[in-house]
Protein backbone atom coordinates (compact mmCIF):
# COMPACT_ATOMS: atom_id res chain seq x y z
CA UNK A 1 0.00 0.00 0.00
CA UNK A 2 1.52 3.36 -1.04
CA UNK A 3 1.25 6.10 1.54
CA UNK A 4 0.58 9.42 1.28
CA UNK A 5 2.74 12.61 2.04
CA UNK A 6 1.20 15.71 3.59
CA UNK A 7 2.73 19.01 4.03
CA UNK A 8 0.46 20.65 6.70
CA UNK A 9 0.15 19.60 10.20
CA UNK A 10 -3.07 17.61 11.00
CA UNK A 11 -5.01 19.16 13.25
CA UNK A 12 -6.49 16.92 16.49
CA UNK A 13 -8.97 19.25 16.96
CA UNK A 14 -10.66 20.02 14.22
CA UNK A 15 -10.15 17.33 11.88
CA UNK A 16 -10.16 14.38 13.84
CA UNK A 17 -13.82 13.38 16.01
CA UNK A 18 -13.03 12.63 19.23
CA UNK A 19 -13.41 8.94 20.45
CA UNK A 20 -15.24 9.70 23.84
CA UNK A 21 -17.10 11.67 21.26
CA UNK A 22 -17.93 9.21 18.79
CA UNK A 23 -18.73 6.35 21.49
CA UNK A 24 -20.94 8.72 23.42
CA UNK A 25 -23.19 8.99 20.57
CA UNK A 26 -24.92 7.12 17.65
CA UNK A 27 -23.78 8.18 14.24
CA UNK A 28 -26.19 8.99 11.47
CA UNK A 29 -23.50 6.95 9.11
CA UNK A 30 -20.09 5.10 9.17
CA UNK A 31 -18.99 5.91 5.78
CA UNK A 32 -19.03 9.49 6.41
CA UNK A 33 -17.56 12.67 8.45
CA UNK A 34 -14.25 13.17 10.16
CA UNK A 35 -12.31 9.96 10.89
CA UNK A 36 -12.43 8.97 14.81
CA UNK A 37 -8.99 9.72 16.57
CA UNK A 38 -7.94 7.18 18.84
CA UNK A 39 -4.19 7.97 19.85
CA UNK A 40 -2.76 11.07 19.86
CA UNK A 41 0.80 12.00 21.06
CA UNK A 42 2.86 14.94 20.09
CA UNK A 43 6.20 13.81 21.53
CA UNK A 44 7.28 10.23 19.82
CA UNK A 45 10.74 9.72 18.43
CA UNK A 46 10.74 8.14 15.17
CA UNK A 47 13.82 5.28 14.65
CA UNK A 48 14.93 3.64 11.24
CA UNK A 49 17.93 2.27 9.80
CA UNK A 50 20.22 5.10 7.58
CA UNK A 51 18.92 3.21 4.65
CA UNK A 52 15.71 3.34 4.83
CA UNK A 53 14.78 6.52 5.80
CA UNK A 54 14.45 8.23 2.99
CA UNK A 55 11.64 6.15 2.33
CA UNK A 56 10.16 7.68 5.35
CA UNK A 57 9.29 10.97 3.40
CA UNK A 58 9.28 12.98 7.24
CA UNK A 59 12.45 12.30 8.15
CA UNK A 60 15.02 15.87 7.89
CA UNK A 61 17.88 15.68 5.20
CA UNK A 62 21.36 15.58 6.34
CA UNK A 63 23.27 18.49 5.08
CA UNK A 64 26.89 18.37 4.70
CA UNK A 65 27.42 20.81 7.65
CA UNK A 66 25.96 18.57 9.66
CA UNK A 67 26.28 14.89 9.29
CA UNK A 68 25.21 14.35 12.90
CA UNK A 69 21.83 15.88 12.84
CA UNK A 70 19.84 12.94 12.49
CA UNK A 71 21.65 11.10 15.27
CA UNK A 72 20.01 9.49 17.64
CA UNK A 73 19.86 11.63 21.16
CA UNK A 74 19.75 10.64 24.83
CA UNK A 75 18.36 9.41 27.10
CA UNK A 76 16.82 7.09 24.63
CA UNK A 77 20.09 6.39 22.42
CA UNK A 78 21.94 4.97 25.66
CA UNK A 79 19.99 1.85 25.21
CA UNK A 80 21.79 1.15 21.67
CA UNK A 81 24.01 -1.16 21.00
CA UNK A 82 27.00 -1.03 18.80
CA UNK A 83 24.54 -3.04 16.14
CA UNK A 84 22.45 -0.18 16.25
CA UNK A 85 24.80 2.76 15.68
CA UNK A 86 23.58 3.64 12.11
CA UNK A 87 20.24 4.25 13.41
CA UNK A 88 18.51 7.33 12.11
CA UNK A 89 16.34 9.47 14.54
CA UNK A 90 13.99 11.83 13.73
CA UNK A 91 12.51 13.76 17.02
CA UNK A 92 9.10 15.75 17.71
CA UNK A 93 7.28 13.41 15.43
CA UNK A 94 3.43 14.12 16.37
CA UNK A 95 1.20 11.07 16.16
CA UNK A 96 -2.41 10.41 14.94
CA UNK A 97 -3.94 7.16 15.29
CA UNK A 98 -7.33 7.51 13.39
CA UNK A 99 -10.01 4.99 12.51
CA UNK A 100 -8.39 5.23 8.42
CA UNK A 101 -5.01 5.93 8.83
CA UNK A 102 -2.04 5.91 10.89
CA UNK A 103 -0.39 9.77 10.39
CA UNK A 104 3.25 10.80 11.59
CA UNK A 105 3.85 14.36 10.92
CA UNK A 106 7.52 16.10 11.67
CA UNK A 107 7.83 19.22 13.11
CA UNK A 108 11.56 19.76 12.64
CA UNK A 109 11.31 18.83 8.55
CA UNK A 110 7.20 20.15 7.98
CA UNK A 111 6.28 16.87 6.40
CA UNK A 112 4.71 13.66 6.99
CA UNK A 113 2.80 10.87 6.07
CA UNK A 114 -0.32 9.37 5.95
CA UNK A 115 0.16 5.03 6.44
CA UNK A 116 -2.91 2.95 5.51
CA UNK A 117 -2.99 0.57 7.55
CA UNK A 118 -2.73 -2.75 5.17
CA UNK A 119 0.83 -1.56 4.36
CA UNK A 120 1.65 -2.22 8.23
CA UNK A 121 2.63 -5.64 8.00
CA UNK A 122 3.57 -6.55 11.69
CA UNK A 123 3.65 -4.36 14.97
CA UNK A 124 4.94 -5.36 18.29
CA UNK A 125 5.78 -3.70 21.56
CA UNK A 126 9.90 -3.59 21.33
CA UNK A 127 12.07 -3.20 25.02
CA UNK A 128 15.53 -1.94 24.83
CA UNK A 129 17.72 -1.69 27.82
CA UNK A 130 21.00 -0.22 28.35
CA UNK A 131 24.08 -3.09 28.34
CA UNK A 132 25.66 -1.58 31.23
CA UNK A 133 22.53 -1.10 33.35
CA UNK A 134 19.81 -3.52 33.99
CA UNK A 135 17.59 -0.87 35.48
CA UNK A 136 17.37 1.34 32.51
CA UNK A 137 14.75 0.02 30.55
CA UNK A 138 12.46 1.70 27.86
CA UNK A 139 9.91 0.19 25.45
CA UNK A 140 8.81 1.79 21.72
CA UNK A 141 6.15 0.17 19.13
CA UNK A 142 8.05 -1.36 16.39
CA UNK A 143 6.57 -2.13 12.89
CA UNK A 144 7.35 -3.39 9.51
CA UNK A 145 5.51 -1.17 6.56
CA UNK A 146 5.31 -2.16 2.96
CA UNK A 147 5.15 0.65 0.72
CA UNK A 148 4.40 -1.23 -2.44
CA UNK A 149 1.33 -2.25 -4.39
CA UNK A 150 2.46 -5.99 -5.09
CA UNK A 151 2.64 -8.83 -2.24
CA UNK A 152 6.26 -9.28 -0.69
CA UNK A 153 6.08 -12.89 -2.13
CA UNK A 154 6.28 -11.64 -5.59
CA UNK A 155 9.73 -10.23 -5.14
CA UNK A 156 12.32 -12.02 -2.94
CA UNK A 157 14.35 -9.16 -2.97
CA UNK A 158 11.23 -7.37 -0.85
CA UNK A 159 12.19 -5.70 2.67
CA UNK A 160 10.52 -3.87 4.68
CA UNK A 161 10.98 -1.16 6.64
CA UNK A 162 11.07 -1.14 10.09
CA UNK A 163 10.00 1.89 12.09
CA UNK A 164 10.42 2.17 16.03
CA UNK A 165 8.13 5.19 18.06
CA UNK A 166 9.44 5.93 21.03
CA UNK A 167 7.14 8.21 23.49
CA UNK A 168 9.85 10.36 25.43
CA UNK A 169 9.69 13.47 27.62
CA UNK A 170 9.74 16.47 26.29
CA UNK A 171 12.26 19.38 27.85
CA UNK A 172 13.11 22.19 26.65
CA UNK A 173 16.66 22.83 28.16
CA UNK A 174 17.54 19.41 30.00
CA UNK A 175 20.26 19.59 32.27
CA UNK A 176 22.43 16.40 33.08
CA UNK A 177 20.23 15.04 35.79
CA UNK A 178 17.24 15.34 33.67
CA UNK A 179 18.30 13.14 31.33
CA UNK A 180 16.08 10.34 32.26
CA UNK A 181 13.66 7.69 30.59
CA UNK A 182 10.08 9.27 30.59
CA UNK A 183 7.94 7.51 33.61
CA UNK A 184 4.98 7.12 31.49
CA UNK A 185 6.73 5.66 28.73
CA UNK A 186 5.74 2.05 28.61
CA UNK A 187 2.02 3.35 29.93
CA UNK A 188 1.99 5.55 26.01
CA UNK A 189 3.90 2.52 24.20
CA UNK A 190 0.83 0.30 25.31
CA UNK A 191 -1.55 3.22 24.51
CA UNK A 192 -0.42 3.38 21.23
CA UNK A 193 0.37 -0.52 20.37
CA UNK A 194 -3.49 -1.15 21.47
CA UNK A 195 -4.89 1.72 19.31
CA UNK A 196 -2.81 0.91 16.23
CA UNK A 197 -3.87 -3.05 16.81
CA UNK A 198 -7.63 -2.02 16.82
CA UNK A 199 -7.44 0.67 13.61
CA UNK A 200 -5.52 -2.28 11.86
CA UNK A 201 -8.86 -4.37 12.77
CA UNK A 202 -11.05 -1.94 11.50
CA UNK A 203 -9.13 -1.78 7.54
CA UNK A 204 -8.56 -5.07 6.88
CA UNK A 205 -5.73 -5.73 3.86
CA UNK A 206 -8.34 -5.77 0.30
CA UNK A 207 -6.04 -7.75 -0.87
CA UNK A 208 -6.89 -10.67 1.21
CA UNK A 209 -10.56 -10.12 0.21
CA UNK A 210 -9.25 -10.46 -3.34
CA UNK A 211 -8.15 -14.05 -2.17
CA UNK A 212 -11.72 -14.61 -0.64
CA UNK A 213 -13.81 -13.80 -3.71
CA UNK A 214 -11.35 -15.98 -5.97
CA UNK A 215 -12.14 -18.92 -4.06
CA UNK A 216 -15.62 -18.19 -4.32
CA UNK A 217 -15.39 -17.92 -7.49
CA UNK A 218 -13.59 -21.16 -8.10
CA UNK A 219 -16.17 -22.58 -6.26
CA UNK A 220 -18.71 -21.04 -8.04
CA UNK A 221 -17.23 -22.45 -11.28
CA UNK A 222 -18.65 -25.45 -13.31
CA UNK A 223 -18.24 -28.50 -11.20
CA UNK A 224 -19.61 -32.14 -11.48
CA UNK A 225 -23.00 -32.41 -9.40
CA UNK A 226 -24.45 -35.85 -10.35
CA UNK A 227 -25.59 -37.19 -13.87
CA UNK A 228 -28.99 -37.02 -14.11
CA UNK A 229 -31.19 -35.79 -17.11
CA UNK A 230 -29.91 -32.74 -18.93
CA UNK A 231 -33.28 -30.72 -19.12
CA UNK A 232 -33.52 -30.39 -15.68
CA UNK A 233 -30.28 -28.03 -15.76
CA UNK A 234 -27.78 -26.35 -17.99
CA UNK A 235 -25.70 -28.78 -19.10
CA UNK A 236 -21.97 -28.21 -19.79
CA UNK A 237 -20.91 -29.10 -23.35
CA UNK A 238 -18.84 -32.40 -23.94
CA UNK A 239 -20.21 -33.99 -20.77
CA UNK A 240 -23.43 -35.37 -21.07
CA UNK A 241 -25.74 -36.10 -18.13
CA UNK A 242 -23.00 -33.40 -15.96
CA UNK A 243 -24.57 -30.39 -14.76
CA UNK A 244 -23.24 -26.60 -14.10
CA UNK A 245 -22.83 -25.99 -10.58
CA UNK A 246 -25.84 -24.02 -8.31
CA UNK A 247 -23.65 -20.62 -7.22
CA UNK A 248 -26.40 -20.18 -4.89
CA UNK A 249 -25.22 -23.06 -3.10
CA UNK A 250 -28.53 -24.67 -3.80
CA UNK A 251 -29.55 -28.10 -3.93
CA UNK A 252 -29.37 -29.74 -7.62
CA UNK A 253 -32.18 -31.02 -9.30
CA UNK A 254 -33.63 -34.20 -7.69
CA UNK A 255 -33.44 -37.55 -8.95
CA UNK A 256 -36.99 -39.17 -9.19
CA UNK A 257 -37.55 -40.21 -6.02
CA UNK A 258 -35.88 -38.04 -4.05
CA UNK A 259 -38.28 -35.98 -2.76
CA UNK A 260 -39.01 -38.17 0.23
CA UNK A 261 -41.03 -40.53 2.44
CA UNK A 262 -44.08 -40.88 2.31
CA UNK A 263 -45.76 -41.07 5.72
CA UNK A 264 -49.07 -40.97 7.51
CA UNK A 265 -48.92 -37.40 7.69
CA UNK A 266 -48.44 -37.28 3.43
CA UNK A 267 -50.17 -39.85 2.16
CA UNK A 268 -52.54 -38.19 1.06
CA UNK A 269 -50.76 -36.17 -1.00
CA UNK A 270 -49.51 -39.29 -3.13
CA UNK A 271 -53.13 -41.93 -2.58
CA UNK A 272 -56.21 -41.25 -3.64
CA UNK A 273 -59.17 -42.51 -0.81
CA UNK A 274 -58.79 -45.70 -3.22
CA UNK A 275 -55.67 -45.98 -2.71
CA UNK A 276 -54.62 -44.97 -6.08
CA UNK A 277 -51.53 -43.29 -7.03
CA UNK A 278 -51.72 -39.59 -7.80
CA UNK A 279 -48.38 -38.64 -7.72
CA UNK A 280 -47.04 -34.86 -5.83
CA UNK A 281 -45.52 -32.14 -7.29
CA UNK A 282 -42.40 -32.38 -5.65
CA UNK A 283 -41.50 -35.90 -7.01
CA UNK A 284 -39.75 -35.66 -10.03
CA UNK A 285 -40.00 -38.01 -13.02
CA UNK A 286 -42.49 -40.95 -13.74
CA UNK A 287 -42.93 -44.10 -11.65
CA UNK A 288 -42.21 -47.54 -13.73
CA UNK A 289 -45.40 -49.62 -14.18
CA UNK A 290 -46.84 -51.07 -11.18
CA UNK A 291 -45.30 -48.24 -8.73
CA UNK A 292 -48.16 -47.01 -6.51
CA UNK A 293 -50.60 -50.30 -7.29
CA UNK A 294 -52.18 -53.02 -5.14
CA UNK A 295 -51.74 -56.22 -6.46
CA UNK A 296 -54.43 -58.55 -6.26
CA UNK A 297 -53.38 -62.14 -4.33
CA UNK A 298 -55.02 -64.12 -8.09
CA UNK A 299 -52.51 -61.96 -9.79
CA UNK A 300 -49.66 -63.13 -6.99
CA UNK A 301 -50.70 -66.67 -6.65
CA UNK A 302 -50.76 -67.18 -10.70
CA UNK A 303 -46.97 -67.65 -10.92
CA UNK A 304 -46.66 -69.75 -7.76
CA UNK A 305 -47.03 -68.77 -3.54
CA UNK A 306 -46.24 -65.42 -2.57
CA UNK A 307 -44.91 -64.68 -6.31
CA UNK A 308 -41.76 -68.25 -6.96
CA UNK A 309 -42.79 -70.30 -9.19
CA UNK A 310 -43.86 -73.82 -8.18
CA UNK A 311 -41.97 -77.04 -8.08
CA UNK A 312 -44.21 -80.61 -9.21
CA UNK A 313 -41.39 -82.56 -8.76
CA UNK A 314 -40.01 -83.05 -4.95
CA UNK A 315 -37.06 -84.89 -6.53
CA UNK A 316 -35.84 -81.03 -7.58
CA UNK A 317 -35.82 -80.18 -4.37
CA UNK A 318 -32.27 -79.81 -2.72
CA UNK A 319 -31.28 -83.18 -1.03
CA UNK A 320 -30.65 -83.57 2.22
CA UNK A 321 -27.00 -84.34 3.44
CA UNK A 322 -26.08 -85.75 6.74
Known amino acids: MIPTVINSRPSAENDFLPLSEYQAQTPETFFEGKPVLYFHDENIKAWVSKDQYEQLFFFSKIHADNLTALNPTPPESQALDSEDKHTREEKRVEVFVSSRKLTLFSHNSGTGVEIPYPAITLHAIKNFKRPDDGSFKLAGVYMQLEFSDSSPDDDESFEPIELTLIPYKAISAPGPDELTIDPLNAERTNA ?31 HIIFESSVDQGVAIDGLPGVLQGNNSGGLPPPMPGSSGWITADNVNEYFDEDGNWIGDNGVSGELGDGAGRVR ?22 RPRTE
Open 192 to 222: LFNQISACSNLNPDPRNEDDDEDEDDEFNAD
Open 296 to 317: GRDEVEQDGTNGHEEVEDGEAK
